[in-house]
T-cell receptor, first 113, second 114 residues
Framework: ETGVTQSPTHLIKTRGQQVTLRCSSQSGHNTVSWYQQALGQGPQFIFQYYREEENGRGNFPPRFSGLQFPNYSSELNVNALELDDSALYLC????????????FGQGTRLTVV | AQSVTQLGSHVSVSEGALVLLRCNYSSSVPPYLFWYVQYPNQGLQLLLKYTSAATLVKGINGFEAEFKKSETSFHLTKPSAHMSDAAEYFCAVSYNTNAGKSTFGDGTTLTVKP
């Protein structure tokens, strides 16, 4: 059974550009959550997808958007990148929307210059 | 609204000493509570969770935590620290039985001295 995998592991983007981060959920998991973890802080909830539909969103602007595909993998898209978007982006998958455990990937380190 | 406060951003203990990491939460509904560990440049690993069953929860690597509703606390302890315990620890709270929608504290960095 494979765990949660994220790609790429690191990337550098220029302010104003757009970026797409990818996440493959753990086998059999239909719920994917995305978090932003700025340096020295705890993860902050961006949004969650359940069976290809958004199932809740945190306090992030609309330029943060996502998708979930029929195989339950997911993408996080960020438009018009700002310097403050530099962070570790974490993906977590769960077996169901109602769940007592989320499994995290290793994260994607995004640096905006 | 739910929130988590981790008291002490840095905790230092000697190898073999007691580890105590503090977490207080606020939640308008019965919470689910979690402790995660994060090693440098890695994701989060679940140490233990409270989901309204036993108030004393045992986790991996010898860690345990006690849910105290009257104190709104969920402190993490380990009787004897090991060098490999050095890491960042996060307390998190969620509700509506959805661990994927959690609110995290700012973390506590644990240093273990030889």
């Amino acid at each position: 059974e494979t765990g949660v995998t994220q790609s790429p592991t690191h990337l550098i983007k220029t302010r104003g550009q757009q970026v797409t981060l990818r996440c493959s959920s753990q086998s059999g998991h239909n719920t994917v959550s995305w978090y932003q973890q700025a340096l020295g802080q705890g993860p902050q909830f961006i949004f969650q997808y359940y069976r290809e539909e958004e199932n809740g969103r945190g306090n992030f602007p609309p330029r943060f958007s996502g998708l979930q595909f029929p195989n339950y993998s997911s993408e996080l898209n960020v438009n018009a990148l700002e310097l403050d978007d530099s962070a570790l982006y974490l993906c977590a998958s769960s077996l169901e929307r109602r769940n007592t455990e989320a499994f995290f990937g290793q994260g994607t380190r995004l640096t905006v210059v | 609204a739910q929130s988590v406060t981790q008291l002490g951003s840095h905790v230092s203990v000697s190898e073999g000493a007691l580890v105590l990491l503090r977490c207080n939460y606020s939640s308008s509904v019965p919470p689910y509570l979690f402790w995660y560990v994060q090693y440098p440049n890695q994701g989060l690993q679940l140490l233990l969770k409270y989901t309204s069953a036993a108030t004393l929860v045992k986790g991996i690597n010898g860690f345990e935590a006690e849910f105290k509703k009257s104190e709104t606390s969920f402190h993490l302890t380990k009787p004897s620290a090991h060098m490999s315990d050095a890491a960042e620890y996060f307390c998190a709270v969620s509700y509506n039985t959805n661990a994927g929608k959690s609110t995290f504290g700012d973390g506590t960095t644990l240093t273990v001295k030889p």
